[in-house]
């Protein structure tokens, strides 16, 4: 099992009337992923990706933009750049404690019912793994 992470893409166009999201995620359809605006200006939207390299690009009102924002880029064949994000591993123990996990949790994540599973994972697995506060309170000497 291999956990998915969320990842928000985000593009600033105050003046754009609709913003598209293409990539080698959804098979560079550009009208397949429509990004929300939020009034003011900055579009966004959030999606489930697993670990992998992706290259993309923004569609704004019919236009290929590269993301100005992205870390990497490549040149594409048509003389243009492509955005790359690259969603990393989880660590193992994330990985191996969601195997273990007898709670249901990544079943009820997949389900669609948390926002950002992997967060709301580890905050369980660190709670799981924490002693209670009062074991540590006092000295031994102390009653």
């Keep these: 099992m291999i956990p998915k992470i969320w990842h928000e893409f985000t593009f600033h166009a105050p003046d754009a009337k609709a913003v598209f999201l293409a990539g080698t995620f959804n098979h560079w359809d550009p009208a397949k992923t429509l990004l929300k605006n939020d009034k003011h200006g900055h579009w966004k939207i959030e999606m489930v990706l697993p670990p992998g390299r992706y290259e993309y690009r923004f569609v704004v009102d019919g236009v290929w933009q590269s993301d100005p924002r992205a870390m990497e880029s490549t040149i594409n064949e048509f003389g243009g750049t492509n955005s790359i994000l690259t969603i990393a591993q989880p660590p193992p123990v994330i990985i191996a404690g969601a195997r273990r996990d007898d709670s249901g949790f990544w079943e009820y994540a997949r ?33």
Excluded at 119 to 127: A, C, P
């Design 111 to 143: 389900a669609g019912n948390l926002k950002k599973p992997l967060l709301q994972f580890y905050r369980s697995l660190v709670h799981k793994v924490q002693k209670p506060r009062t074991q540590f309170s006092r000295r031994p000497d102390q009653k």
